[in-house]
């Protein structure tokens, strides 16, 4: 008797999201576990996204920084050799300049910078702001107008913004990106708190925080993974947006990704090190269920690209 492998069957799904205008990405979609195919539908691939900045990262590890030696003094030219060398998918632009205690740019001057990166490139663009909760609510709606129809990505809202970065992502239409601390009850509690503003919930995606390889990935993992069993096994509708590892800059600041090799020779090359860091991270975060994915270097986009094809 030939061997019959068992499969669950779930009543929930995940919200499939289309990004960007002229050249969409798409994921999410699926009513299994991640990778999962052979128990139900997984229509989409995760999408990674190349992460950029607006100001040069002159705080990025020499390792990664010299991968974009030459172009990242510009966003424009960055995102465009990121889109046409690097053949991306999307394009993650970090507005790190608007920071009040990085060179404190105004919601114009980004306004400016992501009209010029947009009209640049023909991929989706996920905005995201400095992480400064005050100057965000700012930033980000003048981005958004600026974005107006594109359907980009803009984030990150948190529990002390969401209500000006919702309206804005919801008046021009766009996706938007929720962003709470590693707590699923508080991942609930802000999708709840925007839908309630009338934003669709199918144009959610749930940020619930980044951890890198030895730095607590395996409670962000738990935390992913409760929110994806939420929403297959109880079929939760608030827990059935897409899911976002933002793993490049959690990476790319940890020691191990860092510490040089005089000082460590028994840990072997740093750039490979970094690189299996950031391969390791992202790969963990895509099995617990994100669909969406921003890194740094091409390296390990490539690697986790390769770790797709298999598990697809």
């Given at each position: 008797m030939?061997?019959a492998?068992?499969?669950?069957?779930?009543?929930?799904?995940?919200?499939?999201?289309?990004?960007?205008?002229?050249q969409?990405?798409?994921?999410?979609?699926?009513n299994?576990l991640?990778?999962?195919?052979?128990?139900?539908?997984?229509?989409?691939?995760?999408?990674?996204?190349?992460?950029i900045?607006?100001?040069?990262?002159?705080?990025?590890?020499?390792?990664?920084?010299?991968?974009?030696?030459g172009?990242s003094?510009?966003?424009v030219?960055?995102?465009?050799?990121c889109?046409?060398e690097?053949?991306?998918?999307?394009?993650a632009?970090?507005?790190?300049?608007?920071?009040?205690?990085?060179?404190?740019?105004?919601?114009?001057?980004?306004?400016?910078?992501?009209?010029?990166?947009l009209?640049s490139?023909?991929?989706p663009?996920?905005?995201?702001?400095?992480?400064?909760?005050?100057?965000?609510?700012a930033?980000?709606?003048?981005?958004?107008e600026?974005?107006?129809?594109?359907?980009?990505?803009i984030?990150k809202?948190?529990?002390?913004?969401?209500?000006?970065?919702?309206?804005?992502?919801?008046?021009?239409?766009?996706?938007?990106?929720?962003m709470?601390?590693?707590d699923?009850?508080?991942?609930?509690q802000?999708?709840i708190?925007?839908?309630?503003?009338g934003f669709?919930k199918?144009?959610?995606?749930?940020d619930?925080?980044?951890?890198?390889?030895?730095y607590?990935?395996?409670?962000?993992?738990?935390?992913?993974?409760?929110?994806?069993?939420?929403?297959?096994?109880?079929?939760?509708?608030?827990?059935?947006?897409?899911?976002l590892?933002?793993?490049?800059?959690?990476?790319?600041?940890?020691k191990?990704?860092?510490?040089?090799?005089?000082?460590?020779?028994y840990?072997?090359?740093?750039?490979e090190?970094?690189?299996a860091?950031?391969?390791?991270?992202?790969?963990a975060?895509?099995?617990a269920?994100?669909?969406?994915?921003?890194?740094?270097?091409?390296?390990a986009?490539?690697a986790?690209?390769?770790?797709?094809?298999e598990?697809?």
């Amino acid at each position: 008797m030939a061997f019959a492998a068992p499969k669950e069957t779930y009543p929930g799904k995940v919200f499939q999201i289309a990004i960007g205008a002229d050249q969409s990405a798409v994921f999410g979609g699926e009513n299994v576990l991640s990778f999962h195919s052979f128990e139900g539908n997984a229509p989409n691939r995760p999408v990674i996204a190349y992460e950029i900045q607006d100001i040069p990262p002159e705080d990025w590890p020499e390792t990664v920084r010299k991968v974009y030696e030459g172009v990242s003094g510009d966003p424009v030219t960055w995102a465009k050799h990121c889109q046409n060398e690097l053949k991306a998918k999307a394009i993650a632009l970090r507005l790190i300049g608007t920071h009040p205690d990085r060179e404190n740019r105004s919601p114009e001057e980004a306004a400016k910078i992501v009209k010029d990166v947009l009209s640049s490139i023909n991929i989706p663009l996920i905005i995201l702001g400095s992480n400064h909760v005050e100057k965000d609510a700012a930033v980000l709606v003048a981005v958004a107008e600026a974005a107006k129809d594109k359907n980009c990505v803009i984030g990150k809202a948190q529990e002390a913004n969401y209500k000006t970065i919702a309206a804005a992502a919801m008046a021009n239409h766009h996706k938007l990106i929720a962003m709470s601390e590693l707590d699923i009850n508080l991942s609930k509690q802000l999708n709840i708190l925007i839908t309630q503003m009338g934003f669709d919930k199918e144009k959610l995606i749930t940020d619930p925080m980044c951890s890198a390889l030895g730095y607590g990935l395996e409670y962000t993992y738990s935390v992913m993974e409760r929110i994806r069993l939420a929403a297959l096994t109880q079929n939760d509708a608030t827990m059935q947006p897409p899911m976002l590892g933002d793993v490049g800059m959690y990476v790319w600041k940890v020691k191990e990704t860092q510490a040089p090799e005089a000082d460590l020779p028994y840990w072997g090359s740093l750039e490979e090190r970094g690189i299996a860091w950031e391969t390791v991270t992202a790969g963990a975060l895509m099995v617990a269920g994100a669909e969406l994915l921003i890194m740094r270097h091409p390296r390990a986009v490539k690697a986790v690209e390769n770790f797709i094809d298999e598990l697809m």
